[in-house]
């Protein structure tokens, strides 16, 4: 069904390898769905980003990160630094002037840096498990020495039958984008929604980012049970009606 929503379609750019995404015309802010780690653009909560927005007439950009779904490039090669200029690159390829970014566990990291990189063109920020920071306190002594002396980390992975990899190159990149130490310069409305049973990101997280978001208008929302994906249809529904309240009127009631 998202072939017909939105054809898939490519950027391809002077230097490096192309990128895949979808874009839904429509009006309002368009709202841009950033993966996880190691996740794409068919996930559920981005699929069901993308029919709710059709159902209502919104915009939205669905996008894989370089070595990821089904954009060129290798995985090993991907930052935080080069997926936000591609996000970036993207929006402005999409002629978007103005965006809601919904991120996704590292996603959510990734949104921050490239409300940054936007300015004024973002009107809203909504995290799910956002990660920032987590090449900092998602690792322990052993394995940062692992990384900052150049090897590649594996660890278990709950969501596949082979283990998460962490490359040198992506952890130095991240350690130098760091955002929960400082005051982060955003004024717009966030909404930031976390599982208390998340095994990955501890809800803790969403408690500090809120309070180095220099807005005044940010509100979390806690689910108990909820682990990281959030991808239950509840946690879905939650996602949807949260998005509805960061955009026009006609959104406005339509969560479920």
């Not at 950027?11 to 995404?21: M, R």
């Not at 995290?127 to 920032?132: H, R, W």
């Not at 807005?215 to 049970?225: F, M, N, R, T």
């Amino acid at each position: 069904m998202t072939s017909d929503l939105a054809p898939l379609a490519r950027l391809v750019p002077d230097e490096g390898p192309s990128l895949a995404y979808r874009l839904l015309p429509g009006t309002g802010p368009t709202i841009v769905f950033l993966p996880g780690y190691m996740s794409d653009m068919a996930g559920s909560k981005a699929v069901a980003v993308l029919e709710w927005a059709a159902a209502r007439g919104l915009g939205c950009l669905l996008l894989d990160y370089s070595g990821c779904g089904k954009s060129e490039g290798t995985f090993a090669q991907g930052t935080l630094s080069r997926w936000r200029d591609e996000v970036v690159a993207l929006i402005d390829h999409c002629g978007l002037d103005r965006v809601v970014l919904a991120g996704s566990s590292m996603g959510g990291w990734l949104m921050l840096l490239i409300a940054r990189a936007l300015g004024d063109r973002v009107a809203g920020l909504v995290g799910i498990a956002a990660a920032p920071d987590f090449t900092d306190w998602g690792y322990d002594t052993a394995q940062k020495a692992a990384l900052a002396a150049g090897d590649v980390v594996f660890e278990d992975n709950p969501y596949g039958p082979a283990p998460t990899p962490t490359y040198p190159g992506f952890w130095a990149d991240g350690e130098g984008l760091r955002q929960l130490d400082a005051p982060i310069p955003f004024a717009g409305p966030v909404r930031l929604l976390h599982g208390q049973a998340d095994p990955d990101v501890p809800w803790a997280i969403a408690l500090r980012l809120a309070e180095a978001i220099g807005s005044a208008d940010v509100q979390i929302y806690l689910v108990k049970d909820g682990d990281h994906r959030l991808s239950r249809p509840g946690d879905i529904a939650l996602l949807l009606t949260t998005l509805a309240g960061l955009l026009p009127d006609g959104a406005q009631g339509q969560g479920s």
